[in-house]
T-cell receptor, first 108, second 116 residues
Framework: DAKTTQPNSMESNEEEPVHLPCNHS???????IHWYRQLPSQGPEYVIH???SNVNNRMASLAIAEDRKSSTLILHRATLRDAAVYYC?????????FGTGTRLKVLA | GAGVSQSPSNKVTEKGKDVELRCDPI?????LYWYRQSLGQGLEFLIY????????KSGLPSDRFSAERTGGSVSTLTIQRTQQEDSAVYLC??????????????FGPGTRLTVT
């Protein structure tokens, strides 16, 4: 599993898009890129995952660099309920290594 | 449907006492995980169950920590002779493996353990 690097914190205005970056320069070819988020006083929840191609779901989009050494989680319109710690994980197995993540603050 | 549940939600214990933390995974999920989250930190992997077997116990921090799973369902994490550094939120997750090596994990709300 690859080590990931994320900014400690980011801010966004409500209803604006947010781009959360993640570096995983040592990722292997079989490692998936997963994103989870943790709201205050809750367990983490799944956001999105991908391998090589960009992915979209109802929560977010995941843009994966062509060399797969970085990825970006995109929240298209941030709401106050999106304020959370966002974790990027690069893993090819069940074992997830959670870093300290990015704390997203959404301003009203 | 019902998610992952954990009990108790909070536990305060004296140093040196034993504690048991319980996890009820989502019905039908064969994989179960325990993590620990200290204040302001990311999650630390403790142990992984597939069915009732624990093929990976590599994250258990000491022999004071043990876990079991019965009937392919409920799991108990036991900490013996608790120490103050054991204070943390203990999170349980479950997943249902698919054909791909990608296990979306569903987390419970955690048990906050405080050792005084």
């Amino acid at each position: 599993d690859a080590k990931t690097t994320q900014p400690n914190s980011m801010e966004s205005n409500e209803e604006e898009p947010v781009h959360l970056p993640c570096n995983h320069s040592t990722i292997s070819g079989t490692d998936y890129i997963h994103w989870y988020r943790q709201l205050p006083s809750q367990g983490p929840e799944y956001v999105i995952h991908g391998l090589t191609s960009n992915v979209n779901n109802r929560m977010a989009s995941l843009a994966i660099a062509e060399d797969r050494k970085s990825s970006t989680l995109i929240l298209h319109r941030a709401t106050l309920r999106d304020a959370a710690v966002y974790y990027c994980i690069a893993s090819g197995t069940y074992k997830y290594i959670f870093g300290t993540g990015t704390r997203l603050k959404v301003l009203a | 449907g019902a998610g992952v549940s954990q009990s108790p939600s909070n536990k305060v214990t004296e140093k040196g006492k034993d504690v048991e933390l319980r996890c009820d995974p989502i019905s039908g999920h064969t994989a179960l995980y325990w993590y620990r989250q200290s204040l302001g930190q990311g999650l630390e992997f403790l142990i992984y169950f597939q069915g009732n077997s624990a093929p990976d116990k590599s994250g258990l921090p000491s022999d004071r920590f043990s876990a079991e799973r019965t009937g392919g369902s409920v799991s108990t994490l036991t900490i013996q002779r608790t120490q103050q550094e054991d204070s943390a939120v203990y999170l349980c997750a479950s997943s249902s493996p698919t054909g791909q090596v990608n296990y979306e994990q569903y987390f419970g709300p955690g048990t906050r353990l405080t050792v005084t």
